[in-house]
């Protein structure tokens, strides 16, 4: 009995383990994309593109962004807030997105995936929670980027997946030793 919970402890674990695990969504390049054969990006909002206080968002951010729309890669954010807080926050950098789509359900991914008609496989997720984003894009079959949070802070209502987070990732880092931070997809 108890190995059986170990054993469906580490099955349920692994919904939360990322594909791959950044610093920053600006280090993900096009050549990256090319060789992993994604053809979209879908991001979570805050303190993955911008910080959850800052909706201006950085020159970085308008780099990085610039970079993808030349090399014609779609960019949608994936957000749980409601849609006029999005709308609001993305108006400087003209992205399209998904308002209220209930991450860690596959509902907002599902809908970017029929927006973009690309199938599961040309489409990664990046997020900064593997409680919501990574969890998500699992459930509906994406690869998955982990990204470090932009700001160190979080809204209130972010702090209580957090503490559950870290000992997730604890778990999930000893059962994984594979499991770094790089400054690519690999």
Not at 18 to 46: F, H, N, R, S
Not at 111 to 139: C, F, W, Y
Not at 158 to 170: A, D
Request: proline share 5%; hydrophobic share 45%; aromatic share 8%.
């Amino acid at each position: 009995m108890l190995f059986d919970f170990f054993i469906k402890g580490e099955n349920m674990f692994s919904k939360y383990k990322p594909t791959w695990m950044l610093e920053a969504i600006y280090q993900i390049t096009p050549e990256q994309l090319e060789k992993q054969g994604v053809k979209a990006i879908l991001a979570d909002l805050d303190n993955t593109l911008i910080a959850w206080d800052n909706p201006n968002g950085t020159e970085e951010l308008r780099a990085w962004l610039a970079t993808m729309a030349a090399a014609k890669i779609p960019v949608i954010v994936v957000s749980n807030n409601n849609h006029d807080r999005v709308a609001k926050a993305l108006t400087a950098l003209n992205l399209d997105f998904i308002a209220r789509a209930l991450k860690p359900f596959p509902r907002g991914i599902n809908q970017a995936l029929t927006r973009l008609n690309l199938p599961k496989e040309a489409v990664i997720m990046v997020g900064d929670q593997i409680m919501t984003d990574i969890k998500s894009a699992h459930s509906a079959g994406v690869r998955s980027v982990l990204v470090k949070p932009v700001i160190a802070t979080d809204s209130w209502k972010t702090q209580f997946n957090r503490l559950l987070e870290r000992r997730i990732m604890k778990y999930l880092l000893a059962k994984n030793p594979e499991m770094k931070w790089q400054g690519e997809l690999k």
